[in-house]
Every structure is written in C-alpha cells, then in structure tokens.
C-alpha cells in the first residue's frame, strides 16, 4: 500500500488547477510502463502479472485468462505470444461473441469447397491459419455446446477436420482462451462442457481490474493522449490536478476501456493547447466515487477485500474443490465454509465440477481502497 500511496502523491497533491503535462504523468521511454509486451503500468498488480507472463511463455500449454470486462486480456495474451518461442509466428485473434454460430466452425476450422452455399472455393481456417503459433479465443464462454465438442478434439488430439471434408489435418497451435464469466458456474449448470474447462484450465492468468491498479492510472491516461495526438491530432496539453484526482478515485467498472472512452470524449470536447479539468470529465466520473472512506470502515474493507481476493483465487485453481482449497489456505473445510458464508452471505453447496450441486452465490463486490487520499 505505501508503494502505492507514494507513487500517486506524486501527481495528485497540489492545487486542483495545476496542469500535470503528458511528460510529467508519464516520461516516454522511461520505466517499465512501456516495455516491449505492450502492457502499460507500474502497479504492483500489473507488475506481478509480467512475472507471471514471462514464466508462463516459456511453456506450451493451454492458458485460461481471466477477467472483467474491458480489462485487457487480449493484450495479456499477446503478451503471452511475444514472450513464448513461437513469438515470430502468428497470432489469431477469434470472439466468440461477434461472429454468429452458424460462421464459427468455418471461421475456426475452415470448410471444403460446395460444403454450403457460398462455398466457392476450400479454405483454411483459424487453426490452420496459425499454425506454429498462438489462437487467442476470446469470450470462450459464448461458444455454442457443438463449437465446444469440437474444440475438445482438437486439444485432445492436436488435429481438425474442414467443414464438409472428411480429411483430418494435424495443426500445431497454442490454445490461449479468455472469458469474463464464471466458468466453473457455467459447468456446474451444465453450459460448459467440463472436459473441455479441465483442457483450457492447465495455466491461469488473471487480467487485473482498474481499481486494483490505481497507480496506473496517470500512465495510462498519458498513454491514451498521446495515442489521440498521434492519430486524430488532439493535442492536448495534459490534465488538471483535480480532473486526475477524480480519474483516480473512480471505480471504473468499465475498466481500462471506459477509462479510454471517458478520455477520448473528455478531448474531443477541450480546446486545443488546453488541459482537461473536471468540467471535461462532466458526470462521467462521478466526483468522490467511493475511494474515500473513514479509516476504520476503510481497513475492515480492505481486509476484507485481501481475504476475498486470496479464497476466491484458490477455490478457482482447484476447480471449485472446498477441501483442497482449504488445504492450501491452510483452513479445515469447515473452517472455510464459515469464512464463505461471511463473505458470500450464504455458503455454496458442494465441492468440484462434476458433483451435482447447487451454484454458489459469488463473493460480494469488494472494491479495495489503495491508499489514503489527500
């Protein structure tokens, strides 16, 4: 927390009208906000997943990102393939929430000629397209149960099969998936095959929220700027102290991405050679959005919040499994079971996908404070 609290001081005491220019948020080329992984940051939070993407590239398994919505977990698996030996090979990104089920096995396993109308010529698909590298398959919770089936050949037997064409073909490919849902729910209640959760969950990345990475926020707000100077000639002269306090204290349940549409908006509305100030960020962001609390209810949240944050990672490397996860956290299982049912308000109901269960609540929003505020 003080690495924190230190690190944003340095931009956000002063007067509300200073301007804060983009050198000042963010030096170019300077630090680790701006390495080659295409990651921008210096949190703990972001830090911590660098060290874990470099350990992780160097294997070739299968690799589950989690993560909020707009958090950035295409770019985590990017960063996974430049880090990985098949770096110089290519990368192929698929959302299942984009392209209509009725396109998704042509788009993912390609289809013989005549095999529907349409089907002028054979084509290759995303699988083959890629091979010697990475297919990122983002929303993997979307796929349809036959996409799913599919899939599961494939990582079972490392070959696909053309739509129309009974010819198998062996394609060489890491398989990295995405989804902001719960998969281990979707299981559970029988929307995700569990034979394929178990191939997609060998590794595990976690793409961390804004809120949990609130000294980025004056990099990535540089980031973005410069990024709007660079392409649609907005040149603005930087931030006020106070407009980049309210940036800092918001929740950001859009994450990086609403963080990106407050900014560019924020621009496109101030006058060139100008700095954004409060007035530019309107209602957007919302003036003292819950980041400054009372000390005693601030600690009891933020104690709650690590606590949180350290079950519910557990409980998701082994599979849901009470008693396994309680082993590592060093807990009896009834033990965990009481601190679930103060977390979550009511215990869950059995252990591991595959035993027929009852969901569990998920563990109430938590929303940690970094830091006191000035």
């Given at each position: ?326 082993r590592e956290l060093g807990l009896t299982r009834q033990g965990l079971w009481k601190k679930l049912r103060r977390l979550r308000g009511s215990p869950p109901v059995c252990d591991a996908p595959g035993e ?19």
């Amino acid at each position: 927390m003080v690495m924190e609290t230190t690190a944003l001081a340095r931009w956000t005491r002063g007067d509300d009208d200073d301007v804060l220019g983009l050198d000042t948020l963010a030096p170019e080329g300077l630090g680790p906000f701006t390495t080659s992984l295409g990651l921008v940051g210096m949190s703990p939070a972001l830090l911590a997943l660098g060290e874990r993407l470099k350990l992780l590239g160097r294997s070739n398994a299968t690799v589950l990102v989690h993560g909020e919505t707009g958090t950035g977990k295409e770019l985590v698996a990017r960063a996974l393939h430049r880090l990985s030996p098949r770096a110089e090979r290519p990368f192929l990104p698929h959302n299942f929430a984009s392209i209509p089920d009725t396109l998704v096995e042509s788009e993912l396993f390609g289809h013989a000629r005549g095999s529907f109308t349409g089907a002028h010529a054979d084509r290759a698909g995303l699988f083959e397209q890629a091979s010697g590298g990475t297919l990122f398959l983002d929303e993997i919770g979307d796929a349809s149960s036959g996409v799913q089936s599919r899939l599961l050949r494939v990582l079972q037997e490392g070959e696909i099969r053309r739509v129309g064409d009974a010819k198998a073909r062996r394609v060489d490919v890491r398989v990295v998936a995405a989804t902001h849902r719960d998969l281990v729910a979707a299981v559970r209640t029988g929307r995700f095959r569990e034979d394929l959760f178990y191939r997609l969950h060998i590794l595990e990345l976690t793409a961390p929220p804004l809120r949990d990475r609130r000294d980025d926020v004056p990099l990535l707000a540089a980031h973005v700027l410069r990024r709007l100077r660079d392409r649609d000639a907005l040149a603005v002269a930087g931030i006020s102290r106070g407009a980049l306090r309210r940036l800092v204290a918001h929740e950001w349940p859009g994450n990086v991405r609403e963080l990106e549409s407050v900014l560019t908006r924020a621009a496109h509305t101030t006058d060139p050679g100008a700095a954004i100030t409060e007035a530019s960020l309107g209602d957007a962001v919302a003036r003292g959005t819950g980041w400054v609390r009372d000390e005693p209810e601030a600690l009891r949240e933020r104690t709650r919040a690590f606590e949180a944050g350290v079950i519910e990672h557990a409980l998701r490397r082994h599979g849901g499994n009470r008693t396994r996860a309680a082993r590592e956290l060093g807990l009896t299982r009834q033990g965990l079971w009481k601190k679930l049912r103060r977390l979550r308000g009511s215990p869950p109901v059995c252990d591991a996908p595959g035993e027929p269960r009852t969901p569990a609540a998920p563990l109430a929003p938590v929303r940690p404070a970094t830091g006191d505020w000035p």
